[in-house]
């Protein structure tokens, strides 16, 4: 007893206390260390990414984008030069020209640490070299004259599948640039799991030594483990959060091997239109049936929004991520060309065919053509060069509108005059079994650009002549009301059924695609009409009893 009482003596006391001191310096020590290791991790994590996306993907997307925009150009001007053979269609094939080698130039320097795509580089500058050298000899071909004109506008389409080589290869420079970025996540993932076994190593040492510590002063080693534990679970409830991607545009969905959804990030529930809470725990195949059947392409409905998502799928030990682009506006932008092509080939088809037979039976060496017929075939020449005019005009204009490089010039102006000159220009053309009529007062005059006013005027009266096939009345009637003033274009025709109404005025939407009954047209005459009535501060609106006749009505503000 003596000795037990002696060996707690002031020395040893204060000796257990520089033990605990120095335990709960290293104990805190090891903590510090967990927690730098945590944040440095989190910061890692983030910098990672971002630097290989910065520095490597994005410019690199950036480079590929610009390349295939400024073939589009040289593809666009040389297109404009065969068709109108106007020196001044070849702007964009020149602008595209000076711009494209230092595009791919700088395609080279971006991919320098990436043999991988080097391949697709220098194929894509072969391929620019090769539609350059065709692009320069259509150019060519067009300066000699008719002939070379009409060998190049053969040409031109054989250059389609030459420039398809060059849009898949581009499209494999984009693809693999997003592999950098699915690069830049693993190496995410890595630092994650190296960051953790280190954290459960300093975990493993803080234990060994707590225990320790609770054999000789368990108050203060149980401490000393509490606040341990809470800095740990902190720590790693940060290093978890730095993983979400809350601010990710793409929808990204954990779900675990039962393919039940663990993770839920807020772009998945903006674009499938269900909250976190109601997914994370639920299956997949309940909250979005689309994805049960798998595919790298879905189309997915919410509330009548139809979005087309490309989905990429990486397995792990403990279920599968699955990341959705969203892609509608690109699907739409290859539909809407594919629109282009099709109703602008359709539409040349015609007059190129009337003006191609014409001039091949004037040069007819075999026919001796009396001055009549000279006359007439040479009409049919003028009428179908005007109408080529007219839909390369439409188109022209319809880029112009989009770029918002539209200029109004405002003036006074009499709306009856120019209905009436509208109504004569088209009782040229218009059918016998048509009526044109005007209903307006003496004179009512509004500030407006009367050039584009009247293109409207004119394009609505076509549009009435060419829907009466069965011919009828055609009425243009001008109102005035107390601060706008209605200039209304009625016809007695097919009518628009209800749900096509608002689709009429898109670009080449047309009621009679097929032309079952006859009415052809480019699909832009009521783009271009509402787009003009709107940057003129009114608007253009159709009512139709979709059984016979519609009327369409432009309202403009009268100062």
């Given at each position: 007893m003596p000795d037990r009482l002696t060996a707690i003596t002031p020395e040893r006391i204060a000796s257990v206390r520089r033990r605990t001191r120095v335990a709960d310096a290293v104990l805190l020590g090891l903590v510090i260390i967990l927690t730098g290791v945590a944040a440095f991790a989190a910061t890692r994590l983030y910098t990672t990414a971002e630097d290989r996306y910065i520095k490597e993907a994005f410019p690199i997307r950036a480079a590929v984008r610009d390349t295939l925009v400024q073939m589009l150009n040289e593809e666009t001007g040389v297109r404009g030069y065969v068709i109108s053979g106007k020196q001044s269609s070849l702007a964009p094939y020149k602008q595209g020209?000076?711009?494209?080698?230092?595009?791919?130039?700088?395609?080279?320097?971006?991919?320098?640490?990436?043999?991988?795509?080097?391949?697709?580089?220098?194929?894509?500058?072969?391929?620019?070299?090769?539609?350059?050298?065709?692009?320069?000899?259509?150019?060519?071909?067009?300066?000699?004259?008719?002939?070379?004109r009409r060998q190049a506008r053969q040409n031109i389409f054989a250059g389609e599948k030459l420039f398809g080589d060059f849009r898949q290869v581009v499209g494999r420079l984009g693809a693999r640039s997003t592999a950098i970025v699915e690069e830049a996540r693993d190496t995410q993932r890595r630092t994650y799991w190296t960051t953790l076994a280190v954290a459960l190593g300093a975990g493993a040492v803080a234990i060994a030594l707590t225990i320790w510590l609770l054999l000789t002063v368990p108050s203060r080693i149980w401490s000393l483990y509490d606040v341990e534990r809470g800095l740990?679970?902190?720590?790693?409830?940060?290093?978890?959060?730095?993983?979400?991607?809350?601010?990710?545009?793409?929808?990204?969905?954990?779900?675990?091997?039962?393919?039940?959804?663990?993770?839920?990030?807020?772009?998945?529930?903006?674009?499938?239109?269900?909250?976190?809470?109601?997914?994370?725990?639920?299956?997949?195949?309940?909250?979005?049936?689309?994805?049960?059947?798998?595919?790298?392409?879905?189309?997915?409905?919410?509330?009548?929004?139809?979005?087309?998502?490309?989905?990429?799928?990486?397995?792990?030990?403990?279920?599968?991520?699955?990341?959705?682009?969203?892609?509608?506006?690109?699907?739409?932008?290859?539909?809407?060309?594919?629109?282009?092509?099709?109703?602008?080939?359709?539409?040349?088809?015609?007059?190129?065919?009337?003006?191609?037979?014409?001039?091949?039976?004037?040069?007819?060496?075999?026919?001796?053509?009396?001055?009549?017929?000279?006359?007439?075939?040479?009409?049919?020449?003028?009428?179908?060069?005007?109408?080529?005019?007219?839909?390369?005009?439409?188109?022209?204009?319809?880029?112009?509108?989009?770029?918002?490089?539209?200029?109004?010039?405002?003036?006074?102006?009499?709306?009856?005059?120019?209905?009436?000159?509208?109504?004569?220009?088209?009782?040229?053309?218009?059918p016998a079994g048509i009526h044109l009529r005007l209903e307006a007062p003496e004179q009512i005059t509004i500030t407006c650009d009367a050039g584009k006013l009247r293109q409207v005027v004119v394009n609505l009266i076509d549009n009435a002549i060419k829907y009466s096939p069965d011919g009828g009345a055609v009425t243009v009637e001008i109102a005035a009301r107390p601060e706008t003033v209605a200039i209304a274009v009625a016809d007695e025709g097919l009518g628009i059924p209800a749900d096509e109404r608002d689709r009429v005025f898109e670009k080449f939407v047309r009621l009679d695609p097929g032309m079952r009954r006859g009415v052809g047209g480019s699909g832009l005459g009521l783009y271009i009409s509402r787009e003009l009535v709107e940057r003129m501060g009114g608007t253009l609106r159709v009512t139709s009893n979709g059984g016979r006749g519609s009327t369409f009505t432009v309202e403009l503000p009268t100062r």
């Open positions: 020209q000076q711009q494209v080698a230092a595009d791919i130039d700088r395609l080279d320097r971006v991919t320098s640490r990436r043999p991988e795509i080097r391949p697709d580089v220098v194929h894509a500058r072969r391929l620019v070299a090769q539609l350059n050298a065709f692009y320069l000899r259509q150019v060519k071909l067009v300066s000699l004259g008719a002939v070379g740990r679970e902190t720590a790693e409830r940060g290093d978890r959060a730095s993983r979400s991607l809350e601010h990710v545009d793409d929808a990204v969905v954990l779900v675990d091997p039962d393919n039940s959804i663990r993770y839920w990030n807020p772009a998945a529930s903006r674009y499938f239109a269900v909250p976190e809470d109601e997914a994370v725990g639920r299956p997949l195949a309940v909250v979005v049936p689309e994805l049960a059947d798998g595919g790298t392409d879905v189309t997915i409905t919410r509330h009548g929004d139809e979005r087309v998502f490309v989905v990429r799928e990486t397995g792990f030990p403990e279920g599968r991520v699955l990341v959705l682009q969203d892609v509608t506006g690109e699907r739409e932008l290859e539909r809407t060309r594919s629109e282009f092509v099709a109703t602008a080939s359709h539409e040349l088809r015609t007059p190129l065919s009337a003006v191609y037979g014409a001039v091949r039976t004037l040069r007819r060496p075999d026919i001796q053509h009396d001055p009549e017929v000279e006359a007439q075939l040479l009409g049919i020449i003028e009428s179908e060069s005007d109408r080529l005019k007219d839909i390369v005009e439409r188109i022209l204009l319809s880029a112009e509108i989009d770029r918002g490089a539209l200029a109004l010039r405002p003036e006074r102006c009499d709306l009856r005059d120019l209905a009436a000159s509208a109504l004569e220009a088209a009782r040229i053309h218009a």
